[in-house]
């Protein structure tokens, strides 16, 4: 049964929330407490860049799962479906793996070196993401 309220307030909401909220609390986590990690050498700069990163890519795609959950409830078509998805394993493979590979020292888990590869599918999932996006909207044209 689909009503009113579940349409406004689609459960996907939920997991948009919690990944903004995430997104804030590790962006101020790199600028606080990891950035004080520089002068031990327990974190590098290059590795406190690739933590914000992380952040920023997953908050503009937090931002854009927002934007495609609004827009699927305007417009039918599943490509709003896989754009949302797209975008949200694009930050859990892009944005999760530069946490763990640029903390991997200061965490004490230098194996994590192995999620060097994901960082890229998940970038080429945000760009699958971004293409669903273009064509659901070309098709509604």
């Known amino acids: 049964m689909n009503t ?4 406004i307030m689609p459960k996907e909401l939920r997991t948009i929330g919690i990944s903004g909220a995430i997104a804030v609390t590790l962006g101020a ?3 606080h407490a990891l950035k ?6 327990l974190i590098t700069p290059d590795q406190l860049n ?5 952040v920023k890519y997953q908050m503009y795609h937090t931002l854009a799962m927002l934007m495609v959950v609004f827009l699927k409830n305007n417009f039918q078509s599943k ?9 949200l394993w694009g930050m859990i493979l892009f944005s999760g793996s530069l946490y763990f590979l640029c903390t991997r020292n200061l965490i004490g888990m230098n194996w994590l070196s192995f999620l060097g590869p994901v960082t890229p599918l998940g970038g080429l999932l945000f760009v699958a993401g971004w293409l669903c996006l273009a064509m659901a909207v070309f098709k509604k044209s």
């Open 4 to 7: 009113h309220s579940e349409k």
């Open 29 to 31: 986590l790199g600028a």
């Open 36 to 41: 004080n990690q520089l002068p031990g050498g």
């Open 50 to 54: 690739g933590f914000d990163t992380g």
């Open 79 to 87: 490509l709003f479906n896989f754009a949302y998805h797209f975008f």
